[in-house]
């Protein structure tokens, strides 16, 4: 069955540090698609990326990178130099077919405090 | 404006009085979702519809019920709401089916039901 592992419920960091969040999927199917999206404390939702199973190519964008392995079935997403307006919660999502259709499986969600 | 919009924003109602709350956009999308938000839990999909009269059940359908009767509208239906079901609800659509699209999700809706 599918699912999506954060095993990081909260991490606080201070402002500058890097910091990495963990993203484990299980999934039985060899076409898949990996998302990241946050929520910062005003509660909508916005994407980050989205990565396809056939593309492992890892993505840096700005302060942004992501590390998709899978080998390690891990999606994991990295802020450098963090800054207070990091401060979110950070969803790993798994897409795939079912049936005739497509489910979407969110992960718990990383709470990320950034201190000034 | 490219949106997804939800009505209403915020609902306090009591248990066993029918409720809908809306989900239309704009963009021409052919898949739309239904999720909840709840501590602890990440986001569930309630229901998802793959384009007009074609709906489906996500993890979580159990005392809810969905319509696709046009392609920019998905009303989430409860007939007989229960405590259980107060939560943060998300709509969402997405150009492709689901699959490698990001989903643009609405501002949420909070239920309470008392």
């Known amino acids: 069955a599918q699912k999506v592992t954060q095993a990081q419920t909260e991490i606080s960091v201070v402002e500058k540090e890097d910091v990495t969040l963990d993203c484990v999927y299980e999934t039985r199917d060899t076409t898949y698609y990996l998302f990241w999206y946050k929520q910062p404390p005003s509660g909508e939702l916005v994407f980050l990326i989205r990565?396809?199973?056939?593309?492992?190519q890892n993505e840096i964008s700005g302060r942004y990178s992501w590390n998709f392995q899978k080998s390690t079935s891990s999606f994991n997403f990295t802020i450098t130099a963090s800054q207070v307006v990091d401060s979110a919660v950070y969803f790993c999502a798994l897409s795939e077919a079912e049936g005739g259709g497509f489910k979407t499986i969110f992960g718990a969600g990383t709470r990320l405090f950034v201190k000034a | 404006e490219a949106q997804v919009t939800q009505n209403p924003r915020y609902l306090i109602t009591v248990t066993g009085k029918k409720l809908t709350v809306t989900c239309s956009q704009n963009m021409n999308h052919e898949y739309m979702s239904w999720y909840r938000q709840d501590p602890g839990l990440g986001l569930r999909q309630i229901y998802y519809?793959?384009?007009?009269?074609?709906?489906d059940k996500g993890d979580v359908p159990e005392g809810y019920k969905v319509s696709r009767k046009e392609k920019r509208n998905f009303p989430l239906i409860l007939e007989s709401p229960s405590p259980n079901q107060t939560s943060l609800y998300f709509c969402?659509?997405?150009?492709?089916?689901?699959?490698?699209?990001?989903?643009?999700f609405g501002d949420g809706t909070r239920l309470s039901i008392l």
């Open positions: 969402a659509s997405s150009l492709l089916p689901g699959s490698n699209q990001p989903q643009h």
């Open positions: 990565r396809n199973s056939f593309d492992e």
């Open positions: 519809s793959m384009n007009v009269e074609v709906t």
